[in-house]
């Protein structure tokens, strides 16, 4: 038989051998697409189903894996050298001792001789003798088992009914979250704004939520920039708190003063009450009955009240001072200026009953601003930014409470801990309310944090440094380390190849001592590469 | 030749081998490997250095191929004391008949086709030189005149790896010129069985004489002609790179323990010795699995171990079979 007939029957078994090849090779391919697009999917549809985020549609991600299983196999194809890789199959699956692939590397080569003659017969021999079907079987790959139950997992995903995510709230990011609570937010707002007693809120405050309304409206904000602005509105309800409770104290060391009067007594009553309407009323009633007391009995009134005239209350001077004018006219028996005197104390008692009112409408304003702060960032297992957001906020609640100087100087230490400070309510307010929130106490700070923190300052103590053991080899390299080398290499270097040699070729060293003598000789060889 | 000739001539190495080694076997025990390893390396115009303990049967191996294949047969028993001129010859005076004298090369025991060089590590490196010099070149210069050897000129030297106090190591550079290094192992409690039966009776069994010098040479050149692949002679050099460490295809375990891979005489070593293992199964052609097949004793003595490898006492043989089971096949 010819060469050209040897060479053709090989080349035909090979070719048939490289299509079972590439029908399975294929198929192999397109299992791991399958799967990996399947996987995908499934990936896909239970993200759905737990958190709301934005996915590509599953057209796309079809699409996309059938575009990337094309190229891929195109590109698989390029180049590739088919028939060579057939022998190769051949060979290994028949045990053939590398005689196709050899034979058909002369046939490739053109080389002729009466050995490769030989070879290359008796290769087409042994090619005749090969069944491709049996030797590459065309098998579908396991792969698309795992692909059949991936696609039945995502039939199942699909009947479950939903109404949304899961955990959304719990694993929502913030700008998701905050995108689908904008409307509510700004509905809040606007409550605010436009709610009963408006017109006696900070105007300040008020510029400052419409601004923040007017952004919310316009998308032109973020979850971020909304906590602050609320935050600053909430610091502007809260601004008149100090002089509220100045002017509170201030009353009460008036009613201390007037306590026994008998002229006074329904004043008095009505000012420990805190109903100030009634008190001016009283104070009214008093001033028209001027006329009526006795001289013993205007006597008293006149030194009660220029006692206390006397008082040090700077946030209601204008009614002492009008006291002290009705103090002196009583005392001089002119009753119509008396008279005239205490009604300008009716009047700035009038006036400090409208800033409380004021006032109260402020702290309520302020108390639904830090409800709704408190709303977006109120999150169990929050991200680290919720966290320190929240914390910010408890630290500006916990400033407020001591500018108040009311509040309990544990407040602080229970809002330094972020996760309760949702709970603590409001007790930023200013208005001494002992029962403006729970306390808790923070967790303490560790021996291990107070080290971390010292060790970020670049403070570490020092015993830590000398706790690190050496390795013995630092330890033996240490002095040589501190010292510069008076011995010149080459004086060494002889001695050292010589004691090497001797030490593994003729002394006997103890096993246990192997390690020790290794461990030395590794330290001082030079770099054998060099 | 035609193929048909070149078929025949594969069948008669390979029938012919069978003879020497079925001859061989009358008188050793087992060491199949070793007789393998012997025959190979004479077919493949190489030399064989045998390393094992005293007393398992080095001396009588040789002793017993040479008895085979009818050739002439030489033992030198190195010492320290052995000259280069006790191996080689040197010129001596001759008287003629009429009284006239000349000086005249007087051979020395390395003039022969099988030398055993027993214990060659005994004696001086000047001494293993020559020897080393006329493994290489097959001639012999002394004085002004080069003496080729006649072919085949075959040496079989031993050593013992236990007493080593007194002796000089052979270089790497010389024990680079031996084909294969074999390890001869002790016996098993079967063929100790089998060894006392055949040496302590009357008579001892004698080899006779199978191949003589010319069917030697034929199967010399005979090996030589089987072609090998490409992807073949590829994946000999992948093994042999990968005993350098400072190549891409360095193993882990040499680029750790070995300074010096195997040189390309090494490659040279596995190929050759793979087309006589093709031949051997009646192939015509080398594959992967002959490539494989003797490289331990090709290349052992051919890696060099670095300090840590000789103080973790590494094999050489450890390192290169690892080599062989991750440097995969060419499969192309």
């Known amino acids: 038989m010819s060469r050209a007939v040897e060479g053709s029957t090989i080349t035909a078994v090979l070719r048939r051998i490289d299509l079972k090849v590439r029908v399975n090779q294929t198929l192999h391919h397109l299992s791991v697409a399958t799967c990996l697009v399947l996987g995908a999917l499934l990936l896909m549809e239970v993200t759905v189903l737990l958190v709301p985020v934005n996915v590509p549609p599953g057209g796309l991600i079809v699409g996309a894996g059938s575009a990337a299983f ?461 | 030749m035609t193929t048909t000739q070149i078929d025949t001539q594969v069948s008669d190495f390979t029938e012919q081998f069978q003879r020497v080694k079925d001859e061989i076997s009358r008188v050793i025990v087992g060491n199949e490997e070793i007789i393998d390893g012997t025959l190979i390396s004479l077919l493949a115009k190489g030399h064989v250095l045998l390393e094992g303990i005293p007393g398992i049967g080095k001396t009588k191996i040789v002793a017993t191929v040479a008895d085979v294949l009818h050739l002439k047969f030489s033992r030198i028993q190195f010492t320290p004391d052995l000259m280069p001129g006790d191996i080689v010859g040197s010129d001596v005076v001759h008287e003629s008949d009429t009284g006239e004298k000349h000086l005249a090369f007087q051979e020395g025991p390395i003039f022969t086709n099988i030398l055993l060089a027993d214990e060659i590590n005994r004696a001086t490196p000047k001494t293993q030189s020559a020897l080393l010099e006329a493994m290489q070149e097959r001639s012999v210069t002394v004085g002004t005149t080069t003496h080729r050897l006649s072919p085949p000129f075959f040496v079989l030297a031993t050593q013992n790896p236990l007493e080593m106090e007194g002796t000089y190591p052979l270089p790497e550079a010389q024990l680079d010129r031996f084909f294969y290094k074999l390890k001869i192992q002790y016996p098993e409690a079967d063929h100790m069985h089998e060894i006392m039966d055949r040496t302590t009776r009357r008579e001892e069994p004698e080899a006779g004489m199978v191949l003589d010098r010319d069917e030697i040479l034929v199967m010399r050149d005979t090996a030589r002609s089987v072609p090998i692949a490409r992807a073949v002679q590829d994946y000999a050099i992948r093994l042999t790179l990968a005993t350098h460490p400072d190549t891409p295809h360095a193993h882990p375990l040499t680029q750790r323990y070995a300074r010096f891979g195997a040189s390309p005489r090494g490659t040279q070593t596995l190929v050759i010795g793979g087309k006589v293992n093709a031949l051997l199964n009646g192939r015509v052609h080398v594959s992967c699995e002959d490539i494989r097949a003797f490289m331990l004793p090709a290349l052992r003595h051919r890696v060099l171990l670095n300090f840590e490898g000789e103080a973790e006492r590494v094999e050489t043989d450890t390192i290169l079979e690892a080599i062989m089971k991750d440097t995969p096949e060419p499969s192309e």
């Open chain 1, 70 to 530: 094309l190229a891929f196999l195109l590109w698989s194809q390029v180049g590739a050298r088919r028939l060579e890789r057939a022998a190769g199959v051949a060979d290994q699956r028949a045990g053939l001792n590398d005689e196709i692939k050899s034979a058909y590397w002369f046939m490739r080569q053109g080389d002729s001789s009466p050995w490769i003659d030989l070879l290359v017969g008796r290769a087409a021999e042994t090619a005749r003798q090969l069944d491709p079907r049996g030797l590459v079987p065309v098998t579908v790959p396991k792969r698309f088992g795992v692909a059949l139950v991936l696609f039945g997992l995502l039939q199942v995903i699909a009947l479950v009914p939903s109404d949304g995510p899961l955990l959304s709230f719990a694993a929502a990011s913030d700008s998701t979250r905050f995108e689908q609570a904008r409307e509510a937010y700004a509905d809040d707002i606007r409550d605010l704004i436009d709610g009963e007693g408006e017109e006696l809120l900070n105007d300040e405050a008020l510029a400052l939520l419409e601004e923040a309304l007017e952004e919310l409206e316009a998308a032109e904000t973020s979850f971020d920039d909304l906590l602050r602005d609320l935050r600053e509105a909430q610091d502007a309800f809260e601004e008149g708190n100090l002089e509220m409770t100045a002017t509170r104290d201030a009353l009460e060391e008036l009613v201390e003063e007037f306590s026994g009067s008998e002229e006074l007594a329904e004043f008095v009553d009505a000012l420990r009450n805190q109903d100030l309407s009634e008190a001016v009323e009283g104070l009214r009633e008093l001033s028209e009955g001027l006329g009526d007391l006795t001289g013993q009995q205007l006597e008293e009134l006149a030194e009660l009240l220029q006692d206390a005239s006397q008082i040090d209350e700077p946030v209601i001077d204008e009614l002492l001072a009008a006291l002290q004018e009705a103090a002196e006219a009583i005392s001089e028996e002119r009753l119509a200026d008396a008279q005239e005197a205490m009604e300008r104390v009716a009047a700035a008692l009038e006036e400090i009953a409208d800033q409380l009112a004021r006032q109260e409408a402020n702290n309520q304003a302020s108390e639904a601003t830090q409800e709704m702060q408190q709303a977006m960032a109120q999150q169990p297992g929050g991200s680290p930014g919720q966290n320190q957001m929240q914390m910010s906020q408890n630290q500006s609640m916990a400033g407020q409470s001591s500018e108040a100087s009311t509040a309990s100087p544990s407040s602080e230490v229970a809002r330094s801990d972020g996760s309760s400070g949702a709970q603590s309510g409001p007790a930023g307010n200013a208005t001494g309310d002992p029962s403006g929130g729970a306390l808790e106490l923070g967790a303490s700070t560790t021996l291990e944090a107070q080290l971390a923190l010292e060790v970020i300052d670049g403070a570490a103590p020092e015993s830590a440094e000398e706790q690190r053991e050496l390795d013995p080899e630092d330890l033996f390299q240490e002095a040589s380390r501190q010292q510069s080398s008076i011995v010149q290499y080459r004086d060494v270097r002889a001695p050292s190849e010589y004691s090497r040699g001797s030490a593994l070729n003729a002394e006997r060293i103890p096993w246990r001592y192997r390690s020790l003598v290794k461990k030395y000789f590794l330290a001082i060889r030079p770099d054998e590469r060099k």
